[in-house]
Nanobody, 123 residues
Framework: QVQLVESGGGLVQAGDSLRLSCAAS????????MAWFRQAPGKEREFVAG????????YYADSVKGRFTISRDNAKNTVYLQMNSLKPEDTAVYYC????????????????WGQGTQVTVSS
């Protein structure tokens, strides 16, 4: 029902910024809560940021508060993750995901996933 494709990842230096995009297909996009997760080598997938269907409610992991901003443009069927002041520990594959209902931080709650985009931050 929903297909997600991430883009915008790359190799940057610490302190730089990146803007990730997740393009969604499906006419029900606006009814889904959207989120970004990331997975670093040797670690479990972790929640990064989430946004409600209207964009009125956002939630961030403590590790990215004040640095990352999640937003969505339902007219374009796209969710974004603006990442500022990047740190080497932000290096991971970033995935966008969709679910019905309120924002949750648990991976198993999400119904749809993109293929991921690599973000690498060097020091």
């Amino acid at each position: 029902q929903v297909q997600l494709v991430e883009s915008g990842g790359g190799l940057v230096q610490a302190g730089d910024s990146l803007r990730l995009s997740c393009a969604a297909s499906g006419r029900t996009f606006s009814s889904y809560t959207m989120a970004w997760f990331r997975q670093a080598p040797g670690k479990e997938r972790e929640f990064v940021a989430g946004i409600s269907w209207s964009g009125g409610v956002t939630y961030y992991a403590d590790s990215v508060k004040g640095r990352f901003t999640i937003s969505r443009d339902n007219a374009k069927n796209t969710v974004y993750l603006q990442m500022n002041s990047l740190k080497p520990e932000d290096t991971a594959v970033y995935y966008c995901a969709a679910k019905i209902g309120s924002v949750r931080t648990i991976t198993g709650e999400y119904l749809y996933w993109g293929q991921g985009t690599q973000v690498t931050v060097s020091s």
